[in-house]
């Protein structure tokens, strides 16, 4: 059964830095686009970034541009989410997700699976 | 950057039929997925390409799409299907990929 499990979620000052991390299992990791989506307290779902297979293709939501970088580690089963320049308005449940088996082409993001999500919390 | 459009509610009776609705400029060019998210658990995909159930989704959760618009059945709705439900889809150029706001689906 595919697994996606994050890590590395918890408590930081405004301005401060954190490194997600998503181990993904029981599929070939490297043929498969990723994706962090991330879901305020009470909020809606808001996707925040994408990678593809090979990390040669890379997307930001506006409201991450210039401060999160997305990258993955084909070797390691594993894709990251390094955020720096944290805001309060970041605080939020960031959940990893796979990109559809069902997708036929390169440009598709869609997430069929979702890992529990991590929680980051940026606060004084 | 791009945007889709839900109602923020929907509420129907047990055996009736409940219609949640997606609207986005672009959408007449992309496909629509939809997820449904219940409390305090992580969203699962209940239809993708615009109306395809995946394996283990009830038969009574369909969608389909016409023009800017994408919509998700659930016929004859179950009180297990009381969740936030949401749609996905990216601009035609596959640059911005979106969720909508959100509906929450009553069943009572």
């Known amino acids: 059964e595919v697994q996606l499990v994050e890590s590395g979620g918890g408590l930081v000052k405004p301005g401060g830095s954190l490194r997600l991390s998503c181990a993904a299992s029981a599929f070939t990791f490297n043929t498969y686009n990723m994706n962090w989506v991330r879901q305020a307290p009470g909020k809606g779902l808001e996707w925040v970034s994408s990678i593809s297979s090979r990390s040669s293709d890379i997307y930001y939501a506006d409201s991450v541009k210039g401060r999160f970088t997305i990258s993955r580690d084909n070797a390691k089963n594993s894709v990251y989410l390094q955020m720096n320049a944290l805001r309060a308005e970041d605080t939020a449940v960031y959940y990893c997700a796979r990109a559809g088996a069902f997708c036929r082409t390169t440009s598709c993001y869609a997430p069929d699976y979702w890992g529990q999500g991590t929680l980051v919390t940026v606060s004084s | 950057s791009y945007e889709l459009t839900q109602p923020p509610s929907v509420s129907v009776s047990p055996g009736q039929t409940a219609r949640i609705t997606c609207s986005g400029d672009?959408?007449?060019?992309?496909?629509a997925y939809w997820y449904q998210q219940k409390s305090g658990q992580a969203p699962v995909l209940v239809i993708y390409e615009d109306t395809k159930r995946p394996s283990g989704i009830p038969e009574r959760f369909s969608g389909s799409s016409s023009g800017t618009m994408a919509t998700l059945t659930i016929s004859g709705a179950q009180v297990e299907d009381e969740a936030d439900y949401y749609c996905y889809s990216t601009d035609s150029s596959s640059q911005w990929k979106v969720f909508g706001t959100g509906t929450k689906v009553t069943v009572l």
């Open positions: 672009a959408l007449p060019e992309t496909y």
